[in-house]
């Protein structure tokens, strides 16, 4: 089975209004409708140009904990373009709030216009010093008609044992949105989603935010790249890269992955890194 994805990198920008940013949005999602793509990746903390509307004198931005005003309109930006498109839209993250405090949360919203939530896992020092973002509690794997996948945000993937959970859950896709704001911060994720592809035999769709926002303070720099990872073995190209972007370039990236392809290599590949896990040694979710 063959599923085609794509991944944007979604250039933060000001705005002067919420139809401003959301025409942004509604480009690249029929820009990946052009191409056939079924699932569409954008990056993390997509939302935080509306921190800036109106706040060209201040150059600060309001506050993070108002992000959550936005909810209803993202969601019905987002839940509206999957129905209309027919497509599995991974939206990104945005700041939401529960009981325990803000959350950095990941959406996909799904064909039917439902959607699914899953909170970033591991917060930065950045995000708990500047904003005071909280974890979240637990990881699940979303069922869809090409099988399992997971979703994790940017530092998640750099955890080797949740993405070992995701995968004994039954996952083959993982997709990670980033936001990264120097080289240093995007080569990190970048690595370690190379790492996850081999350790697990899967794939990974990664993208992260490129550009600059003035107006809104910690969200002033961005250094991005978007790319589809495979696992580094014959089937595959030899780099483990089926498609990659223009770095720091406001673009969209698209590729098709081939499901069968992971059996094969978990099978008989090379290496048979998923098979040859010790779990006699060190457990995985289905030991404990």
Not at 39 to 64: D, H, K, Q
Not at 72 to 94: C, D, I, K, N
Not at 105 to 117: E, N, Q
Not at 176 to 184: E, F, V
Request: charged share 20%; with cysteine.
């Amino acid at each position: 089975m063959k599923m085609r994805v794509s991944a944007v990198q979604f250039a933060l920008k000001d705005v002067d209004s919420v139809e401003q940013w959301s025409a942004q949005v509604k480009h690249y999602v029929r820009n990946a409708a052009e191409y056939g793509s079924q699932f569409v990746l954008f990056p993390e903390f997509i939302t935080t140009p509306l921190l800036g509307i109106g706040e060209e004198a201040s150059g600060a931005g309001r506050p993070i904990d108002t992000l959550p005003e936005y909810t209803e309109l993202y969601t019905g930006l987002f839940s509206g373009l999957a129905r209309q498109y027919g497509m599995y839209l991974f939206a990104g993250t945005h700041v939401t709030r529960r009981e325990e405090g803000l959350r950095n949360t990941a959406f996909l919203f799904k064909p039917d216009g439902s959607w699914h939530m899953q909170d970033k896992l591991h917060i930065t020092p950045s995000e708990v010093q500047a904003w005071n973002v909280q974890p979240g509690d637990g990881v699940e794997v979303i069922d869809t008609p090409f099988g399992k996948i997971g979703l994790l945000t940017c530092y998640d993937i750099e955890f080797p044992e949740i993405v070992r959970m995701v995968r004994a859950k039954g996952a083959n896709v993982i997709f990670c949105p980033s936001c990264t704001d120097d080289r240093h911060g995007f080569h990190r994720v970048r690595y370690c989603c190379h790492a996850r592809t081999v350790e697990n035999q899967i794939y990974v769709v990664t993208t992260g935010t490129v550009g600059s926002l003035t107006r809104v303070d910690f969200m002033r720099a961005n250094y991005g790249q978007a790319a589809v990872i495979a696992p580094n073995d014959i089937p595959f190209p030899p780099g483990g890269i089926l498609s990659e972007g223009d770095m720091n370039a406001d673009m969209l990236i698209t590729a098709d992955l081939d499901l069968s392809l992971l059996d094969e290599v978990r099978e008989a590949g090379s290496v048979t890194t998923w098979r040859d896990r010790r779990v006699d040694l060190y457990t995985d979710w289905q030991q404990q």
